[in-house]
């Protein structure tokens, strides 16, 4: 059996559960009716009733009115106590990272680096390598890097390869660094550490480009299938009506094409192409742009530092907490604008992670002049965490979209400020300045780095506390978002962000029906009540992608 054909038996083998567009392009009208729809028309922010036929929005507005135009053969549902919003996105996430995530142990709990072996021991996970992800020192008492040596304990002869919560760190038994070939003589790679002990021994953690030393066997095509198909349904079940992929491999790319060619995907996927490697940027420069029913390839993401929890993110001044640190760039300046140009070019969006603000930098020198030489291309920042004000302003001016994750603020707030120290603090993960200074932003999670979970993106939006509430008031309390402009992150923002407002985003006749209805007013209620809140139906393109069991 062909490679493809294969693909194609087992999506429909293993997508049972995920109804098929063809069996729903039915000419029948559906209504629904709720206690409110937050249609984010300014024209019409409120209504009661939307009607939709085969994947359109045909009418919205009061009840009266909407079921006057959907005719007397229209299915009516009705949801009394629940709102409806448009359909929320997750505008920078990871869906292979996800999938593989939820099946392997997760070590987020963690709170010591003993309780961190332990969930790997516990897990069922078999296999050549054992591999888990979410570990965080930081969470740790005395925030040191975890090492080998209590890995070796539990596992003296398997691989174990445990990527940081950030995925810019990866921490390894005493077998793994043996089969990556990494000894005290083993030199610091550009862009990379081997954290060592005071002797020069590798103590078993690994940070940025110092990971490629280390090659776990790529997951078989079927695993990977796996991973995506569970990553897209917890997804869709979670509100998500799309997600910008941040950085996609080719092979993730085919099994998703194959899926969106037989109408199996549950919800949309804008694709950044990973152009992080010159070999694999060639070839999708060679692919190009590509759309499919609910699957867009049009985007590129290229990577300039690392991360703040694990020292990697690009400062430019030193660590506070580390004076001899300041982070470094995973691709030199001229390549990151010769490739940025290139696909610019070629007429791909250009979406940049920089964390630090020299990488923020860096990237808005390119960003903006690809702004100015392609009128509409809509650069993307991607994480924007820590940017001085003046390019803040030019972010804004330049037409550059920030994409930004509110959970992160959420994670790092009780070490970022010992990190940045008291000056730079306050112009990290500054969400608000960026709508103040007339900027676009586009929210999301990051996930598997944060849950994926958009209500709890939202939560984070407003209050800038953790899940306990703490700190109290929020973290720089001028910094949170009202319920509006949180909700306009994960909705219009995100639509702007993948060229795609025209269609989607809003709730209005005409548009197409990507919509979610919440047991909660993530607007009106109080933050704390999008914590408790469920899902009750994600609508992808007029299809139930998920409905909640009543
Ligand atoms: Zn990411």
């Known amino acids: 059996m062909s490679w493809s054909r294969w ?3 087992l999506a429909l083998s293993t997508l049972g559960c995920v109804k098929r567009v063809d069996e729903y392009s039915s000419t029948r009208t559906v209504v629904f009716v709720a206690k409110t729809i937050r249609t984010l028309d300014p024209r019409h ?33 009705t949801f009394p106590s629940s709102t409806i919003v448009p359909g929320l996105v997750d505008a920078h996430g990871h869906l292979l990272h996800l999938g593989q995530a939820l099946l392997t142990p997760a070590l987020q709990g963690a709170v010591t680096e003993a309780e961190a072996v332990a969930l790997v021991k516990a897990s069922a996970q078999r296999g050549d390598w054992l591999v888990g ?3 965080d020192q930081n969470r740790w008492p005395g925030h040191a890097f975890p090492t080998r040596a209590s890995l070796d304990l539990s596992f003296p002869s398997t691989p174990v390869v445990l990527t940081r919560v950030d995925g810019h760190a990866v921490w390894l038994n005493g077998e793994a660094l043996r089969r990556a070939g990494i000894t005290r003589a083993t030199r610091d790679p550009e862009g990379g550490r081997i954290v060592r002990d005071a002797g020069g021994e590798p103590t078993g953690v690994l940070v940025d480009h110092a990971i490629d030393l280390v090659h776990v066997p790529a997951p ?20 998500l009506t799309q997600v910008h992929d941040a950085g996609m491999d080719l092979e993730t790319l085919r099994v998703l094409q194959q899926w969106d060619m037989l109408g199996a995907l549950p919800t949309r996927v804008y694709v950044m192409v990973d152009g992080q ?27 300039l530092d690392g991360a703040l929890g694990s020292r990697g993110a690009l400062l430019g001044q030193p660590s506070a907490d580390e004076p001899s640190t300041r982070g470094w760039s995973l691709l030199s300046p001229e390549v990151f604008d010769a490739r940025a140009r290139a696909f610019a070019d070629a007429g791909f969006q250009v979406a940049v992670h920089a964390i630090g603000d020299e990488a923020a930098r860096l990237a808005l020198d390119t960003l903006v002049a690809l702004a100015r030489a392609h009128p509409d291309s809509r650069p993307r920042l991607e994480h924007a965490q820590v940017l001085a004000p003046a390019d803040l302003t030019r972010l804004a001016e330049g037409a550059v979209i920030a994409s930004m994750q509110p959970p992160h603020a959420t994670s790092d707030l009780a070490w970022a400020q010992e990190r940045l120290g008291p000056e730079r603090v306050q112009w990290a993960y500054a969400w608000h300045s960026v709508l103040q200074a007339g900027g676009h932003l586009a929210l999301g999670s990051d996930f598997p780095i944060e849950s994926p979970n958009p209500l709890w993106g939202l939560y984070a939006a407003r209050t800038r506390t953790d899940q306990k509430g703490q700190p109290e008031g929020g973290w720089f309390p001028s910094q949170p978002l009202t319920g509006q402009e949180a909700l306009e992150g994960f909705t219009t923002g995100a639509a702007f962000a993948s060229f ?15 919509f979610v209805i919440l047991s909660v007013d993530p607007v009106d209620d109080p933050p704390r009540a999008l914590l408790e809140a469920s899902v009750r139906l994600t609508v992808v393109d007029g299809i139930d992608v998920y409905r909640a069991p009543r």
């Open 7 to 9: 693909l194609l038996a």
């Open 45 to 77: 922010p409120i209504a009661q009733a939307l009607a939709m036929r085969g994947g359109t929005l045909l009418a919205v507005g009061t009840r009266d009115e909407v079921l006057a135009q959907a005719g007397s053969d229209a299915v009516v549902e």
């Open 133 to 135: 992800r979410g570990w």
């Open 500 to 514: 795609a407002e025209q269609q989607r985003g809003q709730l209005i006749a005409g548009r197409e029906a990507d």
């Open 220 to 239: 078989t095509t079927e695993a990977r299938a796996q991973a995506l198909k569970l990553a897209l349904e917890t997804c869709a079940r979670l509100g």
């Open 277 to 303: 490697d010159a070999a694999h940027a060639d070839e999708f420069l060679g692919l190009g742009r590509s759309k499919g029913r609910r699957l867009e390839v049009r985007a590129v993401k290229l990577v």
